[in-house]
């Protein structure tokens, strides 16, 4: 039976019902720690302008260009109700726990007012203030008085570490239904001119430029910016209304601090107020974090007859009298503690909230959210610690999240809570690397921890080092896991900042396949924000990486990656050399091969019928000038190459002509079996004959071998044909050098032999040659009337110089091998006979 697919019999419904149900196993008492199956990596497709974009976790990202098919559709705009759920994503979340009452701004209502009527008119203002002015809780009544000025209602947004071009983003999201689509910066554009709303951005933290850049990509949209005075200005021509906020009078922080408190002053109270007062310059926060010490103070005061008599403490009538219980009494905190109350008012916090603020100071201010304390701080009700923070404004909401109030993170570290600030941090990675990889959870979470997440990794990536044996390192992980959920939720400038963390984090401990992995990552960034160079530089460092591993997956991504960046900057894979470095220049002492191609050294033979050798320079294809390779030593081996080549080539064909020639004779007659000790005669310059002795018409010389050639050509004037006349047996060779048919040398003496150039004397020896010698050519040789092609070029007349003379003109040349006798050749000094 197949056990993936269970028929009917294995469970009792068979067609005769006697089978028995089958009882399902029992689970185990213990869970089974073996292995398990392995979850499955969370892949997210998405489409960023004209790339179809793959977040693969495992071997990187995966880039082409997008379908026509699997292109998004124009994006339409949400509707009243997704505004106004996307309107309560943007807040802070509510903290658990009792909450005090939410108290109300004071002395702000000519700001208000103000900034309304200039919104209304279109107007975009510049909300200036320093750090605890109370921008953000003005903020939040103006976007509830602006809610129906605009078609596209109020979209929140923060500029916390945020550029433009982010915020851009940011408004798109808010106003548009795109999920899983990141146009391209011109489509883009083009979408953020149709909204039209009221943009409410605090914390903005750019200026000039920057600014005006933003503001001309909206024309539609008004803006309510804050800030602080130190971020840079806006432009001497923009449009933007300044609007500063100061601080309040005596009489609104007196005020502000009662209604913190919950009842009115003591005159003692109302004094320190008024100094407290003159030392913050009026700022909201610092009267806000006074009426927390102050209600601690009357808690610790408060004594049990105190709670038997009016219940619960924030039940207490506000002007009941307070009197020291059990015999002690808490004094006012001094001016000092007032100004920087922080650390005063965290020694009276509980466990949970003082690791909270912990935690908090090792990640640069940033309060982790609510639902991650339980695990941070180990206790399952530290999620309330939050409420804590925020009673005594230790924390001040910035977008969705807390971070600490102004001032309270120097004050902090000042007390000694900035101590273990790395061993703080190494654990909220550790948390954050489980929880970012964890199935469950979606790429939004992620991201709402962005900020969290890259403190943790800017303070362990300076500390990293190579993990010890079995181990991996918590940065790289942390990294590893939370880069693929920035990109699945298009939060795309965290995605670039955990990349270069995780980069430099890799690169320090020692871990090649994770540097690769970011490498990757950043190249296909780079190639959706349209920056090639910098694209095909990242990606040729992780495919080196990646081959140096033997990496086979992920080598054959990033070359798909690659070969879409040659394809979008038009250059080939291969033609251009790596970013930042130069082709280099031959080396001297490195040999060039010629456009064309090295000659060979010894080319194919010829046909022994082809007789016409044609040596000729082959001249080179046309080529781009290379003033390295003309001249010097490289030159002159190209120039020996082809003269040497030449030669072989020259040598081999005329070897072969050689050869061809000796093994060309149809008869029997091979002239290596009659070489003997005497020297060879010389070829004649006329006659084409190799000079053998003539036998004389006596019984000593004469061997019956060799014959005399025929003086006549006959009637036709051809010699060898029939009709020339049969030679005599008295016909002596000419002896005569100048004769006119005398083309035959007589022979030498082989001990002292005569050279026979251009000399016009007579042979001095008289001694006849007994017998023939070796060499001497039979009538068969001569007699052929079609002579073998092989030995046309020997059958040619000889033009150098050789003791025979010039032929008569009326003999035509002879092409015989056998020395002709003439009756008619002539001598200057007569004819002489061979003795």
């Known amino acids: 039976m197949d056990p993936n697919n269970r028929g009917p019999e294995e469970y009792g419904h068979d067609g005769d019902g006697d089978t028995p149900r089958q009882r399902p196993p029992r689970d185990p008492l213990t869970p089974d720690f ?222 502000l601090l009662e209604r913190g408190v919950g009842r009115v002053l003591t005159e003692e109270e109302a004094n320190w107020a008024g100094d407290l007062w003159f030392e913050s310059e009026g700022l909201p926060l610092r009267f806000v974090q006074a009426g927390a010490l102050l209600r601690q103070r009357d808690e ?70 609510q639902a991650h304390l339980p695990a941070l701080v180990g206790d399952t009700h530290a999620d309330a610690a939050l409420g804590e923070l925020l009673d005594c404004a230790l924390v001040s909401p910035v977008g969705t999240r807390y971070r600490l109030a102004a001032g309270v993170q120097a004050q902090l570290e000042a007390a000694g809570y900035g101590t273990d600030t790395e061993a703080q941090a190494l654990a909220a990675a550790q948390h954050y690397a489980w929880w970012a990889g964890h199935p469950s959870v979606t790429p939004e979470r992620v991201c709402a921890e962005a900020d969290a997440v890259l403190a943790a990794l800017g303070i362990l990536v300076p500390a990293a080092v190579p993990p010890v044996e079995d181990e991996e390192s918590v940065t790289v992980q942390l990294a590893r896991t939370a880069a693929p959920a920035f990109a699945a939720g298009l939060h795309w400038s965290a995605w670039e900042r955990t990349l270069r963390f995780g980069a430099e984090a890799s690169r320090l401990s020692g871990d090649v396949g994770e540097q690769a992995y970011f490498h990757h990552e950043l190249g296909v960034l780079a190639l959706c924000a349209d920056q090639l160079d910098r694209a095909r530089s990242e990606l040729e460092s992780s495919i080196g990486l990646r081959g140096a591993l033997a990496d086979k997956r992920g080598t054959v991504a990033g070359r798909r990656a690659l070969a879409l960046v040659s394809d979008r900057s038009g250059t080939p894979l291969g033609i251009s050399a790596m970013a930042g470095e130069e082709v280099p220049d031959a080396r001297h002492e490195e040999s060039q091969s010629p456009p064309g191609g090295v000659p060979t050294a010894f080319p194919p033979l010829q046909s022994p019928l082809d007789h016409s050798t044609l040596v000729t320079n082959r001249v080179p294809a046309a080529s781009a000038p290379n003033r390295k390779a003309r001249g010097g030593l490289k030159g ?174 009326s003999a035509p040349a002879s092409t015989s091998a056998s020395a002709p006798e003439s009756s008619d050749a002539g001598s200057p000094s007569g004819s002489g006979a061979v003795i």
């Not at 001016?335 to 650390?343: T, W």
């Not at 071998?705 to 047996?729: F, M, Q, V």
């Not at 020896?765 to 010698?773: N, Q």
């Open 300 to 369: 610790l005061r408060a004594s049990a007859e105190a709670f038997d008599e009016f219940g619960v403490f924030q039940e207490a009538q506000v002007d009941a009298p307070f009197e020291a219980g059990d015999g002690h009494d808490v004094p006012l905190p001094s001016l000092a503690e007032g100004a920087a109350p922080a650390a005063l008012l965290a020694t009276r916090l509980s466990d949970s909230a003082r690791a909270a603020l912990r935690f908090a100071v090792a990640l640069g201010g940033e309060v982790p959210h």
């Open 636 to 809: 002159l081996a190209r120039r020996n190459l082809v003269a040497a080549g030449a030669g072989a080539l020259l040598a081999a064909v005329l070897g072969t002509v050689v050869t061809l020639g000796a093994t060309s004779n149809p008869d029997n007659d091979n002239p290596s079996t009659k070489v003997g000790p005497n020297p060879s005669a010389s070829q004649g310059a006329d006659d084409g004959s190799l000079g053998a002795d003539v036998p004389k018409n006596d019984d000593k010389g004469d061997t019956g071998e060799a014959t005399s050639r025929p003086t006549d050509p006959g009637p036709d004037g051809t010699y060898g044909t029939s009709d020339d006349p049969t030679p005599t047996d008295t016909a002596e060779p000419s002896d005569d050098p100048s004769g006119t048919n005398g083309s035959s040398s007589t022979p030498t003496k082989p001990t002292s032999p005569k050279p026979s150039s251009s000399s016009t004397k007579p042979p001095t020896s008289s001694t006849p040659s007994t017998s023939p010698t070796p060499t001497e050519t039979e009538p068969s040789d001569t007699a052929s009337p079609t002579p073998s092609p092989s030995a046309t070029p020997t059958e040619e007349p000889s033009t150098t110089d050789s003791a025979s003379g010039p032929a008569s003109s």
């Open 34 to 255: 073996g292995q398990s199956t392995p979850a499955l990596a969370r892949t997210v497709q998405l489409v960023s302008g004209d790339y179809l974009l793959t977040v693969n976790p495992v071997d990187g990202s995966e880039i082409e260009s997008c379908p026509p098919g699997e292109r998004p559709a124009r994006p339409r705009k949400l509707g009243a109700a997704e505004r106004a759920e996307v309107d309560r994503a943007a807040k802070p979340p509510v903290p658990a726990g009792l909450n005090r009452p939410t108290l109300h701004l004071l002395a702000r209502q000519d700001e208000r007012e103000r900034l309304v009527r200039l919104v209304a008119r279109g107007r975009s203002v510049r909300l200036t203030g320093p750090a605890g002015s109370g921008r953000t809780s003005l903020l939040d009544l103006l976007a509830e008085d602006c809610s129906d000025l605009a078609p596209d209602g109020v979209v929140r947004l923060t500029g916390f570490h945020r550029t433009a071009d982010d915020l851009l983003y940011d408004l798109f999201y808010a106003v548009f239904d795109a999920p899983l689509h990141r146009p391209a910066r011109d489509e883009l554009l083009g979408y953020v001119r149709e909204i039209g709303a009221v943009v409410v951005l605090d914390d903005v933290e750019f200026g000039g430029a920057a600014l005006d850049e933003l503001l001309d990509a909206t024309p539609e949209c008004a803006f309510l910016v804050a800030t602080t005075p130190d971020v840079p200005a806006p432009s001497a021509d923009s449009a933007l209304e300044e609007v500063f906020l100061s601080g309040l009078d005596r009489a609104g922080g007196v005020e």
